[in-house]
């Protein structure tokens, strides 16, 4: 008790002990506000990420709706049984950057896949997350029984028709659809086979690996059931995004892609060689078998490439066939050319006498590609390249109109380009 009464004393009459009486009650309720602040943010950074990862990851939501049709015998495909009875599709991390689009890292057979499903619903915030949406009454409900092959092919080549544009080389696009359809090489196409295959090319992604599938920087298509397809592995990114939660992903400004590019990117030789790929992705949207194609999300996300530095589209979501973009802008009413935009950089001007939007988009494929280039591969480019590789990406970057209108001038900076980037990388192990 004494030592207790002369520690007040001193405390009492310590000429400090004012100012600590007056600071150390404010201290404390700043340190208890900013715990329980840092507490609160935490915690509202969980639930949003946990809340949105339940809308955006929902996989086996996928699964169930596909085996159940599958086993009503509503559908069929390649990996039906794999998926549904066998269980050797395995699901691993969850790549969905849209509810509607779920996209999932996977093995199947010992190899590396991504596994691709829809679900068409706006699904209800307050809906319970296990709740399968009936997609079935709207997807799977053609062709109908009593349809025909004959009835088929032609339903098949008028879609085709439709969204491709109207092509001496589709026939040839049907008769590869059919030989899809008939996964069991039987000779026949069963209405189940049918249903599948019409579900697929409803899927704006699938029809273009359909149409790419000859090329080498588009994705392979593994194998399908119903609606969900497989393609091979998930190509690496400019940065590892697949590492990021779903959430985050879209919230991270441009500066910092670019200097997390900069950071976790490959070293600027296997830059040059996967821009090189993506050149010739280019080329091969131009002027195709099956038409030409519009890249209407130009951005890094969609930059991949293999383990050798090969470049591989990463997502073909955002890629629209010239039919398609002209049937969207055909008649659109418009004030801006704002107005006039397909997908998110597909633009075309807006006449405003008209009031009409116009069929020619203001910027080309490789015009987009090469103001991509400029932030991918001027950083870090070696001294005696920067000037000469910069004023032609900025040449590039000038092309306008459809390209069709500029051919000659389009292929000839191209053809640059190219020529440059390899006379610094031939040669040497980057090659």
Not at 107 to 124: H, N, P, Q, S, Y
Not at 138 to 167: A, C, H, W
Not at 194 to 202: D, E, G, N, T
């Amino acid at each position: 008790m004494r030592r207790l009464r002369r520690l007040a004393h001193l405390v009492l009459f310590c000429p400090f002990s004012k100012g600590l009486q007056g600071r150390l009650p404010g201290l404390r309720v700043k340190s208890v506000f900013l715990v329980w602040l840092g507490i609160f943010a935490g915690s509202w950074m969980v639930y949003l990420h946990y809340s949105s990862y339940s809308e955006l990851c929902r996989g086996r939501i996928c699964q169930v709706v596909i085996c159940d049709q599958y086993r009503k015998g509503t559908i069929s495909g390649s990996i039906c049984q794999d998926l549904c009875e066998l269980h050797k599709v395995e699901w691993r991390t969850c790549l969905s950057s849209a509810p509607g689009q779920q996209v999932y890292s996977g093995l199947w057979r010992d190899k590396d896949v991504t596994i691709k499903c829809g679900i068409e619903e706006a699904l209800d915030s307050k809906a319970r997350p296990d709740v399968a949406p009936r997609r079935e009454l709207v997807l799977f409900d053609k062709p109908t029984r009593g349809t025909s092959i004959k009835e088929f092919r032609e339903m098949t080549l008028s879609f085709l028709k439709e969204n491709l544009g109207d092509l001496p080389s589709l026939p040839a696009l049907v008769g590869q659809v059919l030989l899809m359809a008939d996964f069991n090489k039987d000779s026949r196409v069963s209405l189940a086979e049918a249903k599948s295959v019409w579900a697929l090319l409803q899927r704006n992604e699938f029809l273009l690996l359909l149409s790419l599938q000859e090329k080498e920087h588009a994705s392979r298509l593994l194998g399908y059931c119903g609606d969900l397809y497989l393609t091979e592995g998930i190509p690496h990114g400019p940065w590892h995004v697949a590492a990021l939660p779903p959430l985050l992903r879209p919230l991270l400004p441009p500066a910092l892609h670019g200097a997390l590019q900069q950071w976790l990117g490959p070293a600027w030789p296997w830059r040059a060689k996967i821009a090189i790929g993506l050149l010739e992705f280019v080329e091969e949207l131009f002027h195709g078998s099956y038409g030409t194609f519009y890249m209407c999300e130009t951005t890094l996300a969609n930059v991949g490439y293999t383990a050798t530095y090969d470049f591989k589209m990463a997502d073909l979501q955002q890629v629209a066939p010239e039919a398609a973009v002209r049937r969207f802008l055909q008649g659109r009413r418009c004030e801006h050319s704002a107005d006039c935009t397909y997908g998110r950089d597909c633009r075309a001007p807006c006449d405003r006498l008209m009031r009409q939007c116009k069929g020619d988009l203001i910027q080309p494929n490789l015009a987009k590609v090469c103001e991509l280039l400029r932030d991918y591969l001027l950083p870090g480019a070696p001294a005696d390249l920067r000037e000469e590789l910069g004023s032609q990406l900025r040449t590039c970057t000038t092309l306008s109109g459809l390209a069709s209108q500029v051919e000659a001038h389009h292929s000839l900076v191209l053809s640059h380009l190219k020529t440059l980037l390899w006379k610094k990388i031939s040669n040497t192990k980057y090659s």
